[in-house]
Antibody, heavy 122, light 108 residues
Framework: EVQMLESGGGLVQPGGSLRLSCVVSGFTFDDFAMNWVRQSPGKGLEWVSTISGSGGARYYADSMKGRVTISRDNSQNRLFLQVNPVRADDTGVYFC???????????????WGLGTLVTVSS | EIIVTQSPATLSVSPGERATLSCRASQSVRTKIAWYQQRPGQAPRLLIYAASTRATGIPARFSGSGSGTEFTLTISSLQSEDFAVYYCQQYNTWPPLTFGGGTKVEIK
């Protein structure tokens, strides 16, 4: 059974930094690209970033480019997202999501974590 | 960037009735469309990918159709657990991956 659990959310001051983590189990982690998707309060879904299974390819939304870094530790089955500096409009729930098929594959998402809430406020 | 537009924003349907949700892309995405269901307080769940292929464990009452720029998600007979928000996502041309704004299916 695939399980995915995010952590690292909480209250962050504008201009500060945050590091989110997602630990996974139930599949061969380094075979699959992984993604971060966020959802502002009461709003829709917004893709943030994708990293290939090997970690060699990384893609970012323009709204966060230059402030965000996606990475992964395949030895520990962990996915990370660093954001620096954070802004008020980064507030929301951040989900990690798994690609639906092994690399190379189309990026739709067949499993999602429960999400971690990030609140950016002074 | 491909803009994805969903309509209507809210759909009021009685249990047992059919629901038809629309998704339009600003340019052709071939059949590279996925549909997700999100219940309140939950993570999204994949329903359909490649425009018409049901994901594992998804009931047959969910079906997807379309190609190019026009897509439809149909729920043939709404059950109580189907009242939720539905999102479509294009993955033909990226980055960025883009989602529609969602359609909320509510009880009539």
């Amino acid at each position: 059974e695939v399980q995915m659990l995010e952590s690292g959310g909480g209250l962050v001051q504008p201009g500060g930094s945050l590091r989110l983590s997602c630990v996974v189990s139930g599949f061969t982690f380094d075979d699959f690209a992984m993604n971060w998707v966020r959802q502002s309060p009461g709003k829709g879904l917004e893709w943030v970033s994708t990293i290939s299974g090997s970690g060699g390819a990384r893609y970012y939304a323009d709204s966060m480019k230059g402030r965000v870094t996606i990475s992964r530790d395949n030895s520990q089955n962990r996915l990370f997202l660093q954001v620096n500096p954070v802004r008020a409009d980064d507030t929301g729930v951040y989900f990690c999501a798994k690609n639906g098929a092994p690399d190379p594959a189309d990026p739709f998402f067949d499993h999602w974590g429960l999400g971690t809430l990030v609140t950016v406020s002074s | 960037e491909i803009i994805v537009t969903q309509s209507p924003a809210t759909l009021s349907v009685s249990p047992g009735e059919r629901a038809t949700l629309s998704c339009r892309a600003s340019q052709s995405v071939r059949t590279k469309i996925a549909w997700y269901q999100q219940r309140p307080g939950q993570a999204p769940r994949l329903l359909i990918y490649a425009a018409s292929t049901r994901a594992t464990g998804i009931p047959a009452r969910f079906s997807g159709s379309g190609s190019g720029t026009e897509f439809t998600l149909t729920i043939s007979s709404l059950q109580s657990e189907d009242f939720a928000v539905y999102y479509c996502q294009q993955y033909n041309t990226w980055p960025p991956l883009t989602f529609g704004g969602g359609t909320k299916v509510e009880i009539k």
